[in-house]
């Protein structure tokens, strides 16, 4: 497997500062999360970033570790490092699982802004179908062309039935994503 780290493209894309944003959106079991599967193994060579818009609450740590007793104490990030993984758990998600639209985007770009920061090339966003970003669908309503022969979603970059190097092409072929295109908290 390729470092990622150590993979220079600067000179590939257009801002070195900020990364390509691609979000793969569709109904639920369409194959969304297969696909960001297949698209991180096709960017090995790059430094790759996921974001997952989740709309119920989840404990991503276990009760009762130290990590966790840290959290419960209050502090607004905890990061854990293991021998494996480093793990960060920030407080201020989206606010609930009936969050408004412009809070669920500022949410997702104060995240983005947090990863461009860190130097991935690449963010695969799965949901967040309100943001405006380049997008993949995947499932019916796919985003092709219907009777007057334009594309309902302007944003559509490519469908989750082409084929995975012609995403990869469709990604790569994408700018990134300019500061102040998502609202801030």
């Given at each position: 497997m390729t470092d990622r780290s150590a993979t220079d493209t600067s000179e590939e894309?257009?801002?070195?500062?900020?990364?390509?944003?691609?979000?793969?959106?569709?109904?639920?079991?369409?194959?969304?999360?297969s696909l960001v599967e297949a698209l991180v193994s096709a960017f090995?060579?790059?430094?790759v970033a996921t974001v997952k818009s989740i709309h119920h609450d989840i404990e991503p740590d276990t009760p009762g570790t130290d990590t966790h007793r840290h959290r419960t104490a209050g502090a607004d990030?905890?990061?854990?490092?293991?021998p494996a993984f480093t793990f960060e758990i920030t407080r201020g998600g989206k606010g609930s699982d009936r969050t408004d639209t412009a809070t669920e985007l500022a949410a997702l770009g104060a995240t983005l802004?947090?990863?461009?920061?860190?130097?991935?090339?690449?963010?695969l966003v799965e949901g967040f179908g309100a943001a405006p970003l380049?997008?993949?669908?995947?499932?019916?309503?796919?985003?092709?062309?219907?009777?007057?022969?334009?594309?309902?979603?302007?944003?559509?970059?490519?469908?989750?039935?082409?084929?995975?190097?012609?995403?990869r092409a469709a990604i790569e072929?994408?700018?990134?994503?300019?500061?102040?295109?998502l609202p801030r908290r």
């Open positions: 894309r257009g801002d070195p500062d900020r990364p390509t944003v691609v979000s793969i959106i569709g109904p639920s079991d369409a194959g969304k999360t090995e060579d790059r430094r990030t905890v990061v854990g490092i293991t802004d947090r990863l461009a920061s860190r130097g991935f090339d690449i963010v380049p997008t993949i669908r995947v499932g019916e309503g796919d985003g092709t062309a219907t009777g007057a022969g334009t594309d309902p979603d302007p944003n559509r970059i490519g469908t989750g039935d082409e084929s995975i190097g012609t995403l072929d994408t700018d990134p994503v300019e500061p102040g295109t």
